[in-house]
T-cell receptor, first 112, second 112 residues
């Protein structure tokens, strides 16, 4: 049982490039979300999903797109990377509405 | 939006000491969780505790929902307890599972 898997673990992008951060879970969880973590800021919610085909914005959604075509996968797309998007990104999932959340290992992204 | 405040921001302990971490939140919640982020960046769920008291080994947590605070107790601390402790909540009217709002964390350093 792999849990929540994020790829890649590290990435360097040039300003203006696009890329997709992958997140997959094998626990049949309905709920998934993306966070970014910056020094001194804790984790901030980017987007979340309550099931396949359903997504919504969190606290800091600008510059990011998501889709949820399957229960297992929840990719995060950066359309045009900016240095302000340099951060550590975490994906999380949970089984139900009021259950514990499980996090992936994180993706460290640097935009130069 | 809902505000989550954690105290103290930093805590330095000798091995074997006890500590109490506090989380205050500004609105009614139906989902409150405590996480430990280890020095390698991994986020581990410690407790799902929207109300009441739970214990897991040397750790215990209490949430008083009516007064909008939660406490995390660490007894007989060990060097492996070092890291950042986060409190995260979801508003009562949200039903989105992992759409959590995080505090900025308490950084704990335990020395031998």
């Amino acid at each position: 049982n792999a849990g929540v898997t994020q790829t890649p673990k590290f990435q360097v992008l040039k300003t203006g490039q696009s890329m997709t951060l992958q997140c997959a879970q094998d626990m049949n969880h309905e709920y998934m979300s993306w966070y970014r973590q910056d020094p001194g800021m804790g984790l901030r919610l980017i987007h979340y999903s309550v099931g396949a085909g359903i997504t919504d914005q969190g606290e800091v959604p600008n510059g990011y797109n998501v889709s949820r075509s399957t229960t297992e996968d929840f990719p995060l797309r950066l359309l045009s990377a900016a240095p302000s998007q340099t951060s550590v990104y975490f994906c999380a999932s949970s089984y139900g509405k009021n259950t514990e959340a499980f996090f992936g290992q994180g993706t460290r992204l640097t935009v130069v | 939006g809902i505000q989550v405040e954690q105290s103290p921001p930093d805590l330095i302990l000798q091995e074997g000491a006890n500590s109490t971490l506090r989380c205050n939140f500004s609105d009614s919640v139906n989902n409150l969780q405590w996480f430990h982020q280890n020095p390698w960046g991994q986020l581990i769920n410690l407790f799902y505790i929207p109300s009441g008291t739970k214990q897991n080994g040397r750790l215990s947590a209490t949430t008083v929902a009516t007064e909008r605070y939660s406490l995390l107790y660490i007894s007989s601390s060990q060097t492996t307890d070092s890291g950042v402790y986060f409190c995260a909540v979801e508003r009562e009217d949200y039903q989105a599972g992992t759409a959590l709002i995080f505090g900025k964390g308490t950084t704990l350093s335990v020395s031998s």
